[in-house]
């Protein structure tokens, strides 16, 4: 189905893609009564969505997971190969849903959201919120083009870039890292390549609460790792990756000599919560130069000044470079700052980490 479009005003142009007629109307009507949105197609499964990609060129696209004939999962993959276009899954919370939904991630998709509920749901103003700020956001991502594996291609001879020479340092105790966009399908490649480390390593990762339990759960199967979501006050425990929650500030404190999880659910003076550059602070402080720091693919700049303070305290500092990034906003931000000693490739990581322990 096409819709036509009017020449006289610049919308993000949205293609919906969705199996059932009841929700496509439903978030055809909160997109086009949304400032700045504009639906110019439907798609009841995922063939009808290759099909209408390359005639409409839409700037993102609203897609769902469990359609017939093709599901999002796939049609992610093949948009990502033949025409990439930014794709948003809008999902359920059903555990089989969120499963295909992070193997989305993993295939190109840029973000994850639940469906908005009925209008006169208590929840239904904070998702359609929601919705309608991550399609506008991941509408101004380029993506880049994906072979069948998932994994980017492109020209850029990916090459680390050292930006100080190395120092003596401590023995790292922890590592911690701090993504965004195309965070979760970095962050499990990184583990994939990575052997089970003597240290803990703590993740925050921008995303909605509700899908952090099934982040967990999808990454531990996928890169064989033990994944926990982090509760206040446990221990954290080396060979294991703890997860921040998404709606508390996730900060590293020392109990004797045990390093703990804390959680704080005041917003405070950041932007973001959880905020990367809290958890890197907090590490800054309690870890001093025993620990390795890493930020990774994200719009924005969170976690570019926590990680200069792990600098400055003699921590080891990485960040993902441009060619493997989906987004480079935040390591570029991290960058600039002077907080990173070196940028690599998703590819090159796993080596530097492990001669670092």
């Known amino acids: 189905m096409i819709e036509n479009t009017s020449p006289l005003q610049r919308y993000v142009r949205v293609l919906i893609a969705d199996d059932s007629p009841t929700v496509r109307s439903h978030l055809a009507s909160l997109m086009n009564n949304a400032a700045g949105l504009q639906v110019v197609g439907e798609a009841r499964d995922g063939t009808e969505v290759l099909a209408l990609v390359p005639q409409l ?4 696209i609203s897609m769902d997971i469990h359609m017939p004939r093709m599901d999002g999962l796939e049609a992610t993959r093949r948009i990502m190969m033949e025409n990439p276009t930014p794709v948003v899954i809008v999902s359920g919370l059903l555990e089989n849903d969120q499963e295909l939904s992070f193997q989305a991630l993993q295939a190109g ?6 469906k908005p509920p009925d209008r006169n749901h208590p929840g239904f103003p904070d998702k359609h919120r929601q919705l309608l700020k991550t399609l506008i956001a991941m509408s101004a991502v380029k993506v880049i083009r994906r072979g069948r594996t998932g994994l980017l291609t492109n020209d850029i001879t990916q090459e680390s870039v050292t930006i100080l020479n190395r120092r003596i340092r401590t023995f790292p105790e922890i590592m911690v890292i701090g993504a965004s966009t195309g965070g979760p399908g970095a962050i499990n490649n990184l583990l994939k390549r990575l052997p089970v480390l003597p240290i803990p390593i703590v993740v925050v990762q921008h995303m909605a609460d509700e899908f952090i339990n ?13 994944i926990r979501v982090a509760s206040d006050g446990a221990h954290l425990e080396p060979g294991v990756v703890h997860l921040s929650p998404g709606k508390a500030h996730l900060l590293v404190a020392r109990q004797g000599k045990q390093l703990v999880a804390r959680l704080v659910n005041e917003p405070g003076d950041y932007r973001y919560q959880p905020a990367i550059d809290m958890l ?3 590490v800054a402080a309690t870890c001093g130069g025993a ?4 930020i990774m693919t994200g719009m924005g700049d969170d976690g570019a000044d926590g990680l200069l303070a792990m600098r400055i305290a003699g921590a080891r500092t990485f960040a993902q470079d441009h060619s493997s990034s989906v987004v480079f906003g935040m390591p570029g931000a991290a960058i600039e700052r002077g907080a990173v000693e070196e940028v690599l490739s998703l590819e090159q990581l796993p080596d530097a980490i492990t001669r670092l322990l």
């Open 57 to 60: 060129k839409p700037d993102v």
């Open 109 to 114: 998709a840029l973000a994850v959201v639940e």
């Open 214 to 226: 099934g982040l967990a759960r999808w990454m531990g199967k996928s890169s064989g790792w033990s």
């Open 280 to 282: 890197f602070r907090s």
């Open 291 to 294: 620990a390795i720091g890493l």
